[in-house]
T-cell receptor
């Protein structure tokens, strides 16, 4: 596709359920980022993937959060046993060249935990 | 702790005026700097990047960088109501952590007709 694609665009779940959020980066982009943005707040870094290198997981807020990137392309962010404080917009971004700062963002997945 | 600081605003300017958005950063070794625009309910989009001291102009937008003062700014000339958005400053800090990129919390700009 022409841009970064994220799904689902909206997800409502019950507390304690697991959720999976998907990101399909721009073709050929080697770097992939996940951020979280709560209402009215800034971007919170979660995780960064670059090619086949080990991901930078330093931003994951707890061990309930995990992410993988298969084949250097599609990434899935998984949140286990969701809590109400997990409610936010989860943004994925990709970059053609790693570590440059020129990111292209998807439209985000809005997660609401009831 | 490497930080990027922005005034949260809101910054309100009348239509046609110059809007000046400011950002300071703590890591003196930072080499590249970015401005992202985020409309309400939308995702951020890159509007300017700057890598060397001085000014960089793109249409109505001018990015200014002063590495000695660790200061980067974005000027928007002839501001339009469509410029109303939150502007995020981002700094490439090097070193590999967080994908090298630190975002400020953003300045909300409101352009009044």
């Amino acid at each position: 596709g022409a841009g970064v694609s994220q799904s689902p665009s909206n997800k409502v779940t019950e507390k304690g359920k697991d959720v999976e959020l998907r990101c399909d980066p721009i073709s050929g982009h080697t770097a992939l980022y996940w951020y979280r943005q709560s209402l009215g707040q800034g971007l919170e870094f979660l995780i960064y993937f670059q090619g086949n290198s080990a991901p930078d997981k330093s931003g994951l807020p707890s061990d309930r959060f995990s992410a993988e990137r298969t084949g250097g392309s599609v990434s899935t962010l998984t949140i286990q046993r969701t809590q109400q404080e997990d409610s936010a917009v989860y943004l994925c971004a990709s970059s053609l060249v790693s570590l440059t700062g020129e990111l292209f963002f998807g439209e985000g997945s809005r997660l609401t935990v009831l | 702790q490497k930080e990027v600081e922005q005034n949260s605003g809101p910054l309100s300017v009348p239509e046609g005026a110059i809007a000046s958005l400011n950002c300071t950063y703590s890591d003196r070794g930072s080499q590249s700097f970015f401005w992202y625009r985020q409309y309400s309910g939308k995702s951020p989009e890159l509007i300017m990047s700057i890598y060397s001291n001085g000014d960089k102009e793109d249409g109505r937008f001018t990015a200014q960088l002063n590495k000695a003062s660790q200061y980067v700014s974005l000027l928007i000339r002839d501001s339009q109501p469509s410029d109303s958005a939150t502007y995020l400053c981002a700094v490439n800090i090097g070193g590999g952590s967080q994908g090298n990129l630190i975002f400020g919390k953003g300045t909300k700009l409101s352009v009044k007709p």
